[in-house]
């Protein structure tokens, strides 16, 4: 790890066909945070909120997104720490993936239907690859560069394959390739699903759990608007959220270009993640990571009977 800038040279060295899992784990260890993880948290649940049962399953299947909104951020990190850390074939991650399944197929018993689409999944897994490299080209930059785009790929076609959607039926049909995954997701945003109260109350109980967790009270109204440009308009659209002041939606795209171009002048972190000090607002999950060396992202027991 010797060098100013060694992370990329490294990414680029590995190949992403065959050794995608190391690539994913640097670029978790070396480039996330838990601020970018609850852009992506909140951008990504929105996403599959759009479709009428999917925002039902959140509010009859289980209120705590918007009664427990910390909490169930908090609890959707050890599932993030897992997955990027960890290979899919390994201990960590199947575990993480049968009690993920274990959630949802509680959450169908309340609320039956919700969560028999396959394409929800798709779109869930897809999103893990895609929303970073979306931000990227919302700031009008080229987004991740191909070994980095197959690699992603790679890893989210392997966790989909772990999945399962209400009574246990695989998830299939997942994307051939990082371009067909990005333009399916896009076909997903753009439908035309019917706007509901359910849609609407989730999307904002999302865009306040970040609003809150991360700003002020004096720079909340600024922080919704940093979301409110990061969400595609036929999201906004479904959802029924205001559209961004288009001043407002041009800085905060600006302030994005300006992050990811001093990211690519700044030395690469030589610590990863899990071996840096634990901050106040670190989750239940990266807390224990950094307990224990980056040996589990399993929270503490109490954190994750309470999510």
């Given at each position: 790890?010797?060098?100013?800038?060694?992370?990329?040279?490294?990414?680029?060295?590995?190949?992403?066909?065959?050794?995608?899992?190391?690539?994913?784990?640097?670029?978790?260890?070396?480039?996330?945070?838990?601020?970018?993880?609850?852009?992506?948290?909140?951008?990504?649940?929105?996403?599959?909120?759009?479709?009428?049962?999917?925002?039902?399953?959140?509010?009859?299947?289980?209120?705590?997104?918007?009664?427990?909104?910390?909490?169930?951020?908090?609890?959707?990190?050890?599932?993030?720490?897992?997955?990027?850390?960890?290979?899919?074939?390994?201990?960590?991650?199947?575990?993480?993936?049968?009690?993920?399944?274990?959630?949802?197929?509680?959450?169908?018993?309340?609320?039956?239907?919700?969560?028999?689409?396959?394409?929800?999944?798709?779109?869930?897994?897809?999103?893990?690859?895609?929303?970073?490299?979306?931000?990227?080209?919302?700031?009008?930059?080229?987004?991740?560069?191909?070994?980095?785009?197959?690699?992603?790929?790679?890893?989210?076609?392997?966790?989909?394959?772990?999945?399962?959607?209400?009574?246990?039926?695989?998830?299939?049909?997942?994307?051939?390739?990082?371009?067909?995954?990005?333009?399916?997701?896009?076909?997903?945003?753009?439908?035309?699903?019917?706007?509901?109260?359910?849609?609407?109350?989730?999307?904002?109980?999302?865009?306040?759990?970040?609003?809150?967790?991360?700003?002020?009270?004096?720079?909340?109204?600024?922080a919704r608007t940093?979301?409110?440009?990061?969400?595609?308009?036929?999201?906004?659209?479904?959802?029924?959220?205001?559209?961004?002041?288009?001043?407002?939606?041009?800085?905060?795209?600006?302030?994005?270009?300006?992050?990811?171009t001093v990211q690519?002048?700044?030395?690469?972190?030589?610590?990863?993640?899990?071996?840096?000090?634990?901050?106040?607002?670190?989750?239940?999950?990266?807390?224990?990571?950094?307990?224990?060396?980056?040996?589990?992202?399993?929270?503490?027991?109490?954190?994750?009977?309470?999510?």
């Amino acid at each position: 790890m010797r060098g100013y800038k060694w992370l990329d040279r490294r990414l680029a060295e590995l190949d992403p066909h065959t050794q995608y899992h190391e690539i994913v784990r640097l670029f978790g260890e070396y480039r996330l945070n838990e601020f970018l993880l609850n852009i992506g948290y909140t951008l990504s649940f929105m996403d599959v909120s759009m479709p009428p049962h999917g925002a039902k399953g959140l509010v009859d299947g289980g209120r705590a997104s918007i009664d427990r909104p910390q909490q169930r951020f908090e609890g959707s990190l050890y599932f993030f720490w897992s997955w990027y850390l960890f290979p899919s074939d390994s201990d960590q991650v199947k575990r993480s993936m049968r009690r993920l399944n274990g959630i949802h197929a509680g959450a169908a018993r309340t609320a039956p239907g919700s969560f028999t689409e396959n394409a929800d999944y798709v779109q869930g897994m897809s999103l893990l690859a895609l929303v970073f490299h979306r931000l990227q080209r919302l700031a009008g930059l080229p987004g991740f560069p191909e070994h980095l785009r197959i690699a992603l790929h790679n890893w989210t076609r392997d966790l989909s394959r772990l999945l399962t959607a209400e009574n246990d039926v695989p998830v299939t049909d997942f994307p051939t390739d990082f371009d067909t995954m990005a333009a399916l997701a896009d076909a997903y945003d753009e439908h035309p699903w019917r706007q509901t109260d359910n849609g609407h109350a989730v999307s904002e109980a999302f865009i306040q759990q970040f609003c809150d967790r991360w700003f002020p009270a004096p720079l909340k109204p600024m922080a919704r608007t940093v979301v409110l440009t990061m969400i595609p308009e036929n999201v906004r659209h479904v959802m029924r959220l205001d559209d961004p002041h288009p001043i407002g939606a041009a800085l905060v795209r600006a302030g994005l270009r300006v992050m990811f171009t001093v990211q690519g002048w700044l030395p690469d972190p030589r610590t990863p993640i899990y071996r840096r000090k634990i901050g106040k607002r670190d989750s239940p999950a990266l807390k224990r990571l950094k307990e224990t060396g980056g040996r589990t992202a399993e929270p503490a027991k109490r954190a994750a009977v309470r999510s």
